[in-house]
């Protein structure tokens, strides 16, 4: 069956622009999570939905960054007012509800010029 | 609060010999810890969970990892490195409901033949 999918693959975009992140879980599981990776570092929590509720979203590193999943499955990551501190990538996973294991999307990667 | 350490940013070894990747963790109760895998240009595959069953947790690819209470770590281990095994590897704790998810800085594990 397919994986987890996300799109943009890469997207460039001049600082002070909005830009959508869209992520496809696997059919069927509840939990989506959103991660921010920089260069170098490991994958950075930012928020966590069970069906279409926001049950964490402590991880959000600011205002700008708007994450929804409005019927349950295909969720948007939305960073308004880009800066170049955003530049990284960004990685969806998607679990069954109470299975500890995440399966991950390919990331977007977005550079803030 | 929760945290993971992982004790080394690099390792390299020789083809055939054996892995050690270190990690410590912090956590205020029983947690749940997982090895992923990133290979280049791929996701992060899930390589061995423990979720406080056997201490001494089984994964793929020949790996395993043991959980030690006393010392805090859940180091990664694997008798005999092949070439494909060079990737990067991220130790994770999660909390009870399994969902705000702590990934370290990741190991880069080099092998030479």
């Excluded at chain 1, 460039?12 to 496809?24: E, F, I, M, N, P």
């Excluded at chain 1, 260069?39 to 929590?45: A, N, S």
């Excluded at chain 2, 694997?78 to 800085?105: L, N, Q, R, W």
Aim: proline letters at 4%.
């Amino acid at each position: 069956g397919a994986g987890v999918s996300q799109s943009p693959r890469y997207k460039v975009a001049k600082r002070g622009q909005d830009v959508a992140l869209r992520c496809d879980p696997i059919s069927g599981h509840v939990s989506l999570f959103w991660y921010q990776q920089a260069l170098g570092q490991g994958p950075e929590f930012l928020t966590y939905f069970q069906n279409e509720a926001q049950l964490d979203k402590s991880g959000l590193p600011s205002d700008r960054f708007f994450a929804e999943r409005p019927e349950g499955s295909v969720s948007t990551l939305k960073i308004q007012r880009t800066q170049q501190e955003d530049s990284a990538v960004y990685l969806c996973a998607s679990s069954f509800l109470g299975e500890y294991e995440q399966y991950f999307g390919p990331g977007t990667r977005l550079t803030v010029t | 609060a929760q945290s993971v350490t992982q004790l080394d940013s690099h390792v390299s070894v020789s083809e055939g010999t054996p892995v050690l990747l270190r990690c410590n963790y912090s956590s205020s109760y029983s947690p749940s810890l997982f090895w992923y895998v990133q290979h280049p240009n791929k996701g992060l595959q899930l390589l061995l969970k423990y979720t406080s069953a056997a201490t001494l947790v089984k994964g793929i690819n020949g790996f395993e990892a043991e959980f030690k209470k006393s010392e805090t770590s859940f180091h990664l281990t694997k008798p005999s490195a092949h070439m494909s095994d060079a990737a990067e590897y991220f130790c994770v704790v999660t909390t009870t409901g399994g969902f705000k998810t702590i990934f370290g800085a990741g190991t880069r594990l080099f092998v030479k033949a």
